[in-house]
């Protein structure tokens, strides 16, 4: 079965997405909405009253050119001198890894990137890139003993490395990123780029999701530039018409309060490191279900026959399901209510803007709730 999308009304835009709620905004108990609109209705919706209220906002808007520099030109001295890098480190960041894996990209004209999962993977990747003499470089995404993946992954990748080149040669090859000092820790010869402590607040929005993107080839600056544009559309429409603040409203009401969980739905299998890391931005709310949850999508058509298999929709699909965690996935019929997220396109600037428009509604959520974020780092 294949979807092919329609084309979403101008009223459903809200700055780069178009978002399909009314459904679901209009099931919900009217004295809940009228609590949470309550909690609005002295604010203006003006920037420096935003970012004052919502740190994840006051973090896009510190960001300046000169905190890339340092990202851009490691990443390009990387890819210089390596043919294959492995990236290492906590679970959390390496989701953060894979969302190079939504772009086609420079395809054959950089090095091949490795992000080790199985339990045996040094047994199997670290021997076939003896076998072709290739040159390694490695990437260590966050400081998180304990952690499976770190513990997983670090160690033996450092103790391979260490035996194949001089600690000069380490210097040039091993990068490391944290908010602490990480080479006196991990007793090793390494280059550090500092990640600041507030980057817990969207750690996509810090080096940890930018720099692997850089290393992949892409302009990540795109990213943080979609980003603040959608935040943008929320000052300028800063009533309950926009999606931003609906889906605030409608996340407090369900996940928070009534212990509904989200279900986050992608349409393919393309999709699936947006998915995974929509559901980590979204934390112990989301429930994975696998398979998903059947079509159709609101804005989608549903048909047995395709005749333009190879084309791409119109629109990039993110869905939002809601369900009790008692249910399954056989138990979610197709007539519950849900969010739909429509980007016109997927490229860096699209997928900041999806990601920030998610990111200001937990922002509020743990507002509304006073829930401190973790902290990016263990230990």
Same mark, same amino acid.
């Given at each position: ?5 329609? @084309? ?30 309550? &909690? ?58 894979r969302l ?23 047994? &199997? ?7 072709? +003499?290739?040159?390694? +470089? ?8 304990g952690d ?101 409203? @409608? ?49 989608? &058509? ?27 996935? &056989? ?19 699209t997928l ?28």
């Amino acid at each position: 079965m294949s979807q092919a999308s329609t @084309i979403p009304s101008e009223e459903n835009r809200h700055g780069l997405l178009h978002c399909e709620m009314d459904g679901l905004w209009n099931s919900l108990p009217a004295e809940s909405v009228e609590h949470w609109k309550g &909690q609005l209705a002295n604010w203006t919706g003006k920037a420096e009253e935003l970012r004052r209220n919502l740190p994840v906002l006051d973090l896009l808007n510190q960001f300046r050119e000169s905190d890339l520099e340092p990202l851009r030109n490691m990443a390009l001295e990387l890819r210089a001198n390596c043919d294959d890098i492995i990236f290492t480190g906590s679970s959390q960041m390496l989701e953060l890894a894979r969302l190079q894996e939504l772009f086609d990209g420079p395809g054959g004209r950089g090095p091949r990137l490795h992000i080790p999962r199985s339990k045996a993977w040094e047994h &199997q990747l670290l021997p076939a890139l003896e076998g072709v +003499g290739s040159r390694v +470089g490695l990437v260590i995404l966050g400081w998180c003993p304990g952690d499976l993946l770190w513990e997983r992954g670090v160690q033996p990748a450092l103790n391979w490395i260490k035996t194949r080149y001089s600690e000069n040669e380490l210097q040039r090859r091993v990068v490391a990123l944290s908010a602490r000092p990480i080479a006196s820790l991990l007793n090793t010869p390494l280059r550090h780029l500092s990640v600041t402590e507030r980057a817990y607040l969207a750690p996509v929005f810090s080096g940890f999701g930018l720099f692997p993107l850089y290393v992949s080839g892409f302009e990540a600056s795109s990213l943080i530039e979609g980003a603040r544009s959608q935040v943008r559309s929320v000052e300028k429409g800063f009533n309950w018409d926009h999606a931003t603040l609906r889906y605030a409203a @409608i996340r407090q009401i369900l996940t928070m309060q009534d212990g509904w969980v989200e279900a986050v739905v992608t349409p393919d299998t393309y999709l699936e490191p947006l998915g995974l890391w929509a559901r980590t931005l979204l934390e112990t709310s989301c429930l994975q279900l696998d398979p998903p949850i059947p079509y159709p999508f609101p804005l989608l &058509q549903c048909q047995e026959h395709d005749p333009h298999p190879l084309e791409r929709p119109h629109y990039y699909e993110l869905q939002l399901d809601y369900a009790s965690p008692a249910l399954d996935s &056989q138990s979610m019929d197709r007539g519950r209510p849900r969010c739909w997220i429509g980007m016109p396109r997927l490229d860096m600037y699209t997928l900041g803007g999806t990601v920030a428009h998610l990111a200001t509604a937990v922002a509020l959520n743990h507002r509304w709730s006073e829930i401190d974020s973790p902290a990016v780092e263990a230990g």
